[in-house]
């Protein structure tokens, strides 16, 4: 395990120092492998560890990348503070949807239709506010510094994408580990014997989707203060929420190195097919190829990637399992 | 001193009763097993005691608190654990994660819930199986960690649905002596069993259902003898048809 | 209120109902069957458009002409998904089987728009304008022909499996699939069977909805929603309940435009989805879960 660990930290260190090397593109696409491993991270928590899945998680990305930046252009409010807000409002709404789903017994594909159902009221309604742009959403003026959460460049959202991926994996990581996160794993494997043990599987449900929402509306907050532009559709739509789950999936689901391995596999195949099928005028021809990746991976790699590279390294790294 | 009392339990299914009636006491200390043909009740009545199964009348106390209205994991966390007939092992975790699960109902840091679980493992003959995936165990040890998983919340009254079913002679010896182990360690027990050997070496009491009620109790000698038993079980002779 | 109006909507949206009851048949036969949830309907349905739309401008064939061949090509895509897809994830996790009918979905979305274009495409057929007046309201002809075949079709679909040999298994098989299988049906063969017809249902509802909608490659999400509202309303694996609730959702819908924007009337049937699902989840009529 130790062995394991210091191939981990290594890794961080080359990621630390490959903006000396990468050029502006470059670094885009490893702030989207980030955020993408961020984003999976955290839906890994409900889904993944928790086994509640969720198609809806869309909902959390719009709701962080709404109200910071609503915030910050109502009231001249730092992002970074926007941020919590959103995580607050997030944590708010997930828990009410968990409240439905759990209190009410949905299950299965009904929770994945509740999930579906609740994404697509808030796109719609956002899509009816005209304080937030309505339809055609909001184009953020850009001031770069600190504060406004903006920056010249891509260094600093290399960085701070990072920073998620890795604070958020290890939170992640400890909460695997915790008393809560074991019994989280217990629901997923069957709720009715965790009941069966003592195991309260609605308070450990709701903290699970409370996290989980916390977390990803960060990502919105990221999101948002990146690409300048937001708007009902690309925040809150279906396929944010399919998109943001394919990378656990293929790399593993309920590990910590799932969605970072999936997210390092996917995004990169996932950026550069859609710029050279674009180029060739084959736009949706990269989500052709994702989609049949997904089909591919569920029917022979059942359990992701990650099984595969863990057996590889296994004599490397002296894993105990 | 009765450590849990049912008192006229009664549970429908649409227009099928299940359980009607149902009285009976267990005693602190004591080893009553339930027994029955196949489709009688048994599984059901469990489910009622075990808040899995909300019953439509009667009151289930367990040491002197009704259990009215709870939940299963309220009723685990009283004192009250059951085990499943067709065992439920979290498959994708190990054996001593499982046991863990269990545990944590009474240890709140990760290291007690371990050192409470691996107790139990050892106890229950699993030690050498602790870091096997579940989901990789023979029967025989199914059957005993579903048995180590319910030990390990700590139960006062333990609730072992046909543990023994499915086990050879041998395994079902070993497995007798555990449970009276456990029953000694004052943990009080009542059982569903169609393997009457285990039932005969057990049980200090036997309450027989049909068709949801109770139609004989006695000592195990006493009840294998009893008419009504016998007809319940192999159907009545053609005289009485 | 404007009362004429309100009917007007009433009778649009009891015809749009039926098309809707049609393609909610189609997810509801599959769930009842594979106990599965088709995320890639509405993309199907989307295909069902395309096909029809490319037949009318190749051959000149009318839409409610061209019924059959688009409803055909779907049950083999629907045939060939259940054969090498939905086979094999039967006994999966629920959260892997999800997962490549949703990847399903996208392909699909992705290959109409590789194919055709991002643009919306509305055929103009001989029939697309006509209307007969029934008292202050007006009655398309092509929704009134639309909606005839969408229960004329439905109905096909429920003496199939009444009656059939083929329908007799695919509802052994989907009462109880191992007791199938131990009575020598061939369970797999079955399952590509009805999902085709289910498929093929969503296709035919597709063909349908062409003369009175612009087919565009992404509109698939909203009417595998549709769907699923449909079906929760009816019951999951009740077809003669999706029916209704067909019915029931176009109503509403139509006549929610009455009090809010047209383009919140979605809302409505997420909304609906919701509470159906929270205070009655085996539907209005009951089903399986």
Redesign the interface.
Known sequence: MRRLYLLLGLLLLVLLLLPLVLDKYALGIFVMIFFYAYLGQSWNVL?GYT?H?S?GHALYVGIGAYVSTFLAQKFGLSPWLGMLAGGLLATAVGLGLGF?GFR???R???F???T???A??AR??V??IDAVGSFSGIFLDFNPGFYNFQFRGNVPYYYISLGFMVLGSLAVHLLA???TG??M??IR??E??????????FKYSMTAIGISAFMTSLAGTFYANYVYYLSPNSMFG?GLS?DL??RP?IGG?GTVLGPIIGSFVLTPLSEVSRAYFAKGG????H??L???L??LV??FM?QGILVYIKRALKPLLKL?? | MNILSVQDLGKNFGGLTAVKDLSFKLKQGEILALIGPNGAGKTTVFACLSGFLRAEQGQVILEGQSLWGLSPHQICALGLARTFQIVRPFLNISVLDNVMVGAFLRQKSVAKAREAALKVLDFMGLARQAHKEAGGLPLPQRKRLELAKALATGPRVLLLDEVMAGLNPTEVDELIALIRDINRQGVSILLIEHVMRGVMALAQRVLVINYGQLIAQGTPAEVVGNQEVIAAYLGRGLKHA | MNLALALQLLIQGILLGGIYGLTAVGLSLIFGVMGVINFAHGQMMVMGMYISYWILVLLGLDPYLSLPLAAGAIFILGYVIQSTVVNRILDFPEAMQVLPLVAMGLILENLALLFWGPDHRSPSTALSLAAIPLGSATVDVSRLIAFALAIAFTVALFLFLKKSAIGTRIRAAADNRLGAQLVGIKVDRINNIAFGLGAATTGAAGALLLPLMPVSPHLGHDFTTTAFVVVILGGMGNLLGALVGGLILGVTESLATLVLPATLKQMISFGLLVVIMLIRPQGLFGGRR
């Open positions: 889904t086994g899945i198609l439905l009410f017994g949905l299965g594909v009904y994945v239709i509740l579906i159902s609740c697509e009221i719609l309604a899509s009816h580990r915790s008393r074991r019994l794993v217990a494997e069957d009715q014997a965790a009941l069966a043990l003592g195991v309260n599987s279906m399919i789950i394919l999936i689901l084959l736009e949706g021809m989500l052709v994702y989609g049949v997904a089909i569920v029917l059942r105990e399992d």
